[in-house]
T-cell receptor, first 113, second 116 residues
Framework: DQQVKQNSPSLSVQEGRISILNCDYT??????FLWYKKYPAEGPTFLIS?????DKNEDGRFTVFLNKSAKHLSLHIVPSQPGDSAVYFC????????????FGTGTRLLVSP | EAQVTQNPRYLITVTGKKLTVTCSQN?????MSWYRQDPGLGLRQIYYSMNVEVTDKGDVPEGYKVSRKEKRNFPLILESPSPNQTSLYFC???????????????FGPGTRLTVL
């Protein structure tokens, strides 16, 4: 039972354009969401997060949007750079414990020059 | 340098042969956790620990054991590995386990395990 879903396994964009990565979740009680980025042969690294009291959080080229009514969040990268090519995971704390973390299946982003 | 180290990085073993993957962090973090990554399934949490001698199950704990005898170390033990435990394993640590703990979660480089 996937509590957090990333329906696009891969995404290709050109350098300088916008990348939009999407994530859907199943439980309206989830109230904190994160995005991690993972390069090959490395562990994931934290990218950006958002609390349900907000609908947007921005950090440089990265913006996360939260649509609570649709149970949907998205990560926007503007402008996209080749170094952004990686796998992106969304994550949240499940109802079974705040100390736990559940992840989506990931979206592989390829930014071409 | 702040880091989470895992050993070994690569391991090929056979069904039933007990193994331990070590994890160590040098940041004096309270929270540590193990995850596995599988194609099409993303990352799934196996076990986590909020402090020394305090451990709890994640989503996929079956077939695994952990211990937290020292703050810096959090080994993952497979008493009788099976082929379905072939996976990429990540250890992680975070300063605490309250508030925005997952924002400060550091991951190790991963251990690729193959069970034949």
């Amino acid at each position: 039972d996937q509590q957090v879903k990333q329906n696009s396994p891969s995404l290709s964009v050109q350098e300088g354009r916008i990348s939009i990565l999407n994530c859907d979740y199943t439980n309206s009680m989830f109230d904190y969401f994160l995005w991690y980025k993972k390069y090959p042969a490395e562990g994931p690294t934290f990218l950006i997060s958002i609390s349900s009291i907000k609908d947007k959080n921005e950090d440089g080229r990265f913006t996360v949007f939260l649509n609570k009514s649709a149970k949907h969040l998205s990560l926007h990268i503007v402008p996209s750079q080749p170094g952004d090519s990686a796998v992106y995971f969304c994550a949240t704390h499940p109802n079974t414990g705040f100390q736990k973390l559940v992840f989506g299946t990931g979206t592989r982003l390829l930014v071409s020059p | 340098e702040a880091q989470v180290t895992q050993n070994p990085r690569y391991l090929i073993t056979v069904t039933g042969k007990k193994l331990t993957v070590t994890c160590s962090q040098n940041m004096n973090h309270e929270y540590m956790s193990w995850y596995r990554q599988d194609p099409g399934l993303g990352l799934r949490q196996i076990y986590y620990s909020m402090n020394v001698e305090v451990t709890d199950k994640g989503d996929v704990p079956e077939g695994y054991k952990v211990s937290r005898k020292e703050k810096r170390n959090f080994p993952l033990i497979l008493e009788s590995p099976s082929p379905n435990q072939t996976s990429l394993y990540f250890c992680a640590s975070s300063l605490g386990w309250g508030g925005r703990w997952a924002d400060t979660q550091y991951f190790g480089p991963g251990t690729r395990l193959t069970v034949l």
